[in-house]
């Protein structure tokens, strides 16, 4: 009895320490313009990098449209309130549903492929979805689309520091609630789909159309960070979310941590400071930065940051113990 209410309390564990980060990084924001652009690059690279971990992580899938589907989700906003005088809240949901039709779209078209051919498949879908919008005159083509409306509940508008503090929110709640799916009993079957499909499929279970759910669940979870995006900033362009942004998302998990979505949103973090602030002394310096910390990590930390820590956490532990027992 009270293993498994410590169990139930340490499922709360991370979200608490996630929160207690979160309001670290709002404080740290505050009202400053510059700080909340940062923590806004943070929530859209979390939320595409949770949706790349959904499928990498529970079935084994390597998909590289992630890019894509934020892209879907930032101009389901856009053309919904610029072109179309529809609300804000109606280009989420579109962007959301449509990114989850072509997810399962690709999926069925893929359904035989594995591996590389697979990342190879998606990896070319992703490439000519952003020269179409490149060269779509109505999606505004290089110059993107503008003017997206600021949000408004009722009649009043938010301002860019709440509607930050709920994308902060949204990214613990859905690292939480894929955390706890992660830890279900379907969560178990999905997670041997990646390991041992046969194991799955004598089961009576179908492993293809498994696959399909969850990757348009990681596209749901990647078009939420485009429509976030493009809220707060009020703009897209086809060059928001391109390749540079799908690799940044496959090294995220890593040096995070692939073992927990916890990782996805730790390194999201991680990537945006050392991406960006490197970027300010020396052009190009952050993507090397970031590609040496991600060598260093697997090198040192194959379970990534939180890996570590959790490793340090239980090492300190039976320290503790062995002093105690000692005394």
């Given at each position: 009895m009270a293993a498994a209410r410590r169990t139930r309390s340490g499922r709360w564990v991370p979200f608490l320490l996630g929160a207690t980060g979160g309001m670290i990084l709002l404080v740290w924001a505050g009202s400053n313009g510059y700080r909340l652009s940062i923590v806004t690059l943070m929530v859209a690279y979390a939320l595409i990098a949770i949706g790349m971990y959904v499928p990498v992580?529970?079935?084994?899938?390597?998909?590289?449209?992630?890019?894509?589907?934020?892209?879907?989700?930032?101009?389901?906003?856009?053309?919904a309130t610029t072109k179309l005088n529809l609300p804000v809240?109606?280009?989420?949901?579109?962007g959301v549903v449509l990114a989850a039709v072509i997810a399962v779209v690709l999926g069925v078209a893929t359904a035989r492929l594995l591996g590389f051919h697979l990342a190879a498949a998606t990896l070319l879908f992703a490439t000519a979805f952003e020269t179409w919008l490149?060269?779509?005159?109505?999606?505004?083509?290089?110059n993107g689309l503008v003017g997206v409306p600021e949000v408004a509940v009722l009649g009043w508008r938010p301002g860019q520091q709440a509607v930050v503090t709920a994308g902060v929110g949204l990214v613990l709640l859905l690292a939480f609630a894929v955390d706890r799916i992660t830890a279900s009993r379907w969560g178990v079957v999905v997670r041997a789909l990646g390991q041992s499909p046969l194991v799955v499929s004598s089961s009576g279970t179908s492993t293809g159309r498994l696959t399909i759910v969850v990757?348009?669940?990681?596209?749901?979870v990647a078009a939420l960070g485009g429509s976030f995006f493009v809220t707060t900033v009020g703009g897209i362009t086809p060059e928001t979310f391109s390749m540079n942004v799908v690799f940044l998302a496959l090294f995220m998990p890593l040096l995070g941590g692939i073992g927990t979505p916890?990782?996805?949103?730790?390194?999201a973090m991680l990537t945006v400071q050392l991406t960006v602030q490197w970027e300010i002394f020396a052009e190009g310096g952050g993507l090397f930065v970031l590609s040496v910390a991600v060598v260093?990590?697997?090198?040192?930390?194959?379970?990534?940051?939180?890996?570590?820590l959790a490793a340090v956490g239980q090492w300190a532990g039976r320290l503790a113990r062995g002093v105690r027992r000692a005394r």
């Amino acid at each position: 009895m009270a293993a498994a209410r410590r169990t139930r309390s340490g499922r709360w564990v991370p979200f608490l320490l996630g929160a207690t980060g979160g309001m670290i990084l709002l404080v740290w924001a505050g009202s400053n313009g510059y700080r909340l652009s940062i923590v806004t690059l943070m929530v859209a690279y979390a939320l595409i990098a949770i949706g790349m971990y959904v499928p990498v992580a529970w079935a084994g899938s390597l998909s590289l449209a992630y890019g894509a589907y934020g892209a879907i989700g930032a101009y389901s906003v856009a053309v919904a309130t610029t072109k179309l005088n529809l609300p804000v809240w109606l280009g989420w949901v579109a962007g959301v549903v449509l990114a989850a039709v072509i997810a399962v779209v690709l999926g069925v078209a893929t359904a035989r492929l594995l591996g590389f051919h697979l990342a190879a498949a998606t990896l070319l879908f992703a490439t000519a979805f952003e020269t179409w919008l490149d060269n779509s005159l109505w999606l505004g083509s290089s110059n993107g689309l503008v003017g997206v409306p600021e949000v408004a509940v009722l009649g009043w508008r938010p301002g860019q520091q709440a509607v930050v503090t709920a994308g902060v929110g949204l990214v613990l709640l859905l690292a939480f609630a894929v955390d706890r799916i992660t830890a279900s009993r379907w969560g178990v079957v999905v997670r041997a789909l990646g390991q041992s499909p046969l194991v799955v499929s004598s089961s009576g279970t179908s492993t293809g159309r498994l696959t399909i759910v969850v990757l348009a669940l990681g596209a749901a979870v990647a078009a939420l960070g485009g429509s976030f995006f493009v809220t707060t900033v009020g703009g897209i362009t086809p060059e928001t979310f391109s390749m540079n942004v799908v690799f940044l998302a496959l090294f995220m998990p890593l040096l995070g941590g692939i073992g927990t979505p916890w990782g996805a949103v730790v390194g999201a973090m991680l990537t945006v400071q050392l991406t960006v602030q490197w970027e300010i002394f020396a052009e190009g310096g952050g993507l090397f930065v970031l590609s040496v910390a991600v060598v260093l990590v697997l090198l040192l930390a194959p379970s990534g940051v939180l890996g570590y820590l959790a490793a340090v956490g239980q090492w300190a532990g039976r320290l503790a113990r062995g002093v105690r027992r000692a005394r």
